[in-house]
């Protein structure tokens, strides 16, 4: 595994544990508006390459879509650029968080 991968709950624990991390919804503005995890940075999956500047470094960046695909495909692709990337594994479909805003 070249990066890791957590779950939902972990992701939870995270928040409520104040880790620094850049959390990223990777979801469409649209779907963003309607519901999102509190905290999160919109960068849809199309305009990511075009965005990275927006990316910190030296910091976790927390990637999540829908299901999980669209994260795990930017984290491969980010990883291998040098980026401290982490996947959360199923996505907002996954997710039924407290911080889901």
Not at 20 to 48: C, T, W, Y
Not at 79 to 87: E, F, H, I, L
Request: with cysteine; charged share 20%.
């Amino acid at each position: 595994m070249r990066y890791p991968i957590i779950t939902v709950w972990e992701l939870d624990c995270w928040i409520e544990g104040g880790r620094q991390m850049f959390l990223v919804d990777l979801r469409g503005s649209e779907s963003f508006a309607r519901n999102h995890i509190k905290g999160a940075v919109n960068i849809p999956f199309e305009e990511l390459e075009e965005r990275l500047g927006e990316l910190p470094v030296g910091i976790p960046i927390v990637f999540y879509c829908t299901r999980g695909s669209q994260s795990m495909l930017a984290c491969n692709h980010l990883a291998d650029r040098g980026y401290q990337v982490v996947n959360v594994a199923g996505g907002l479909t996954a997710y039924r968080g407290k911080y889901l805003v």
